[in-house]
Structure formats: structure tokens, C-alpha cells
């Protein structure tokens, strides 16, 4: 079982017990790469976090930056800026060679009347980053607030398939796409079946997206589990705990579940 935990940079960069608490527990690290880690921390502080990594022998993941960009954007300046963002988000995953990354698709409903156009040029978008890292790992496109999963495997089925992949995030299904509601768990699943490479964990009730331990929420976590060995999928899984409390929950929860996980 490839497990990682969400752990953003500028965290470390406030406070460095953050890291030293990932080093002592062997907690593998999906490092957040936001705006302030893109432009506030300098190369040498982001080699020094990758080499104490390194030298405690923990592999990482990176979760690209994602706040206000569009990768599909209809609008010429903010696609150009979505671009340039991820080129520089590209020249610091570098210094952390991680297992994997995760990215955005963008997708929401405004987008319907322009879908096509859309898709081209989200798909340019990841084409360019690729370019720009052309050996890069595997890039998981996560899904937020699509309603169905047609965008992420109508995207996917336009990209290289050893370079990008899904991440299906059970807490964006349950809450912003309505799964508590729609109760359409195994139709995402299958739909994105032939692209699911990864899974963020984390609960909630479906009303909002609240980060809760594994467990203390309505997620069906019985059915989600089913549906993966239905479909034969052994995906990797990164814990997204908002708190110490949340992140101990989930451990509890994969220990007493550990039929699921293995």
C-alpha cells in the first residue's frame, strides 16, 4: 500500500516541526505547492526540504498549484497566466523528484457552451507542461466540482497515457458534485475505471468539503472499496487531513480496515 499525506510547503516554511513530525512518523509527504511556496520560498530553501527528505529515505508527491487557475480558460490572459504558473510550479517539482503529481482539469459548468474548445486547450495546457519536464512523473488530474467525470476522461483520453492519469477525490465527489445525493459512486468509478491511477481521502457529510478523518463523515467507504476491485483497481492513496486529530482518525480507520488498503 503507497500511501502519502497531504502536507503543504508553506506549513513547513511557518513552522519546520511539520516536516520533522512527517520524518519521525516515515509519513510519506504530498507537498502543496501554492502561490507562496511558488513565490516566496528561493531554490535553496526548497532543496534543502527535498535533501532532508532524501536523506531520511521518504519518497514524496506534489500537488501542483491550482488556486485561480484555468487550465482550459476561455480568456486568452488567464490561460497565459495558468501557463506560467505551472512552467514555474514545473522548475521546483524538480528539486523534489516526486513519485507523482497532482493537477487541476478546471472543469465547471460555465464551461458547457465552449466544451470543445475547452478541452483543446486544457489539453495544450498539459501538453506544454510536458514539455517543459519531459521525462516528468505520472500527472493525476483530480477531479473538484465536475458534476459527471466525461471532462476528466475526455481530457485523458487526449493525453499520454503513461504521463497522466486520474486522482478521484472521494470528498469532491461526495460534496461538490452532489455524490451524497446522487448516490452515483460506482458510475464514477467505472467511468474513470481505465484512467484511475490515485485516491485523496478525507470525510465529510456532504454539505461542504471538511476534510474530516476517515470514518467521522457519510462517505460510503464500503462502496468505494468495492467498486475498485470490481473494476480491478490498486490505486496509490493520499491521506487529506486538515488537522493531527483528523490524520490519527484516518490511520485508525486504514488499520481496521486493512482488507481495503492492502
Not at 47 to 61: F, K, P, T, Y
Not at 196 to 225: A, K, V, Y
Amino acid at each position: 500500500m503507497n500511501v502519502f499525506v497531504n502536507l503543504p510547503l508553506r506549513y513547513i516554511h511557518a513552522d519546520n516541526k511539520y516536516l520533522d513530525y512527517f520524518i519521525e512518523h516515515r509519513l510519506q509527504p504530498e507537498l502543496g505547492l501554492d502561490v507562496i511556496a511558488t513565490e516566496n520560498l528561493d531554490s535553496d530553501w526548497h532543496r534543502s526540504v527535498a535533501d532532508a527528505l532524501h536523506n531520511a529515505g521518504i519518497a514524496c508527491a506534489m500537488h501542483l498549484p491550482f488556486f485561480d487557475l484555468q487550465p482550459g480558460s476561455i480568456d486568452g490572459g488567464i490561460l497565459q497566466a495558468t501557463r506560467q504558473r505551472l512552467a514555474s510550479a514545473c522548475s521546483i517539482a524538480q528539486i523534489y523528484d516526486p513519485q507523482h503529481m497532482i493537477g487541476h482539469a478546471g472543469f465547471t459548468d460555465v464551461y458547457h457552451e465552449f466544451y470543445e474548445e475547452w478541452l483543446a486547450r486544457c489539453r495544450e495546457t498539459w501538453e506544454q507542461f510536458r514539455r517543459d519536464w519531459p521525462e516528468h512523473p505520472p500527472v493525476y488530474l483530480e477531479n473538484v466540482y465536475e458534476e459527471t467525470c466525461r471532462p476528466l476522461t475526455d481530457l485523458l483520453d487526449r493525453l499520454d497515457d503513461a504521463a497522466f492519469g486520474a486522482c478521484f477525490d472521494a470528498g469532491h465527489w461526495h460534496s461538490f458534485s452532489q455524490g451524497a445525493r446522487l448516490n452515483n459512486l460506482r458510475e464514477w468509478i467505472g467511468g474513470i475505471s481505465r484512467h484511475l491511477r490515485h485516491l485523496h481521502l478525507h470525510d465529510n457529510d456532504g454539505s461542504f468539503d471538511q476534510h474530516r478523518g476517515l470514518g467521522q463523515g457519510t462517505i460510503p467507504w464500503e462502496e468505494l472499496f468495492a467498486a475498485l476491485r470490481e473494476f480491478g483497481m490498486r490505486p496509490s492513496i493520499t491521506l487529506e487531513p486538515h488537522s493531527q486529530e483528523s490524520l490519527e482518525q484516518s490511520l485508525d480507520f486504514i488499520a481496521r480496515h486493512k482488507a481495503w488498503f492492502e
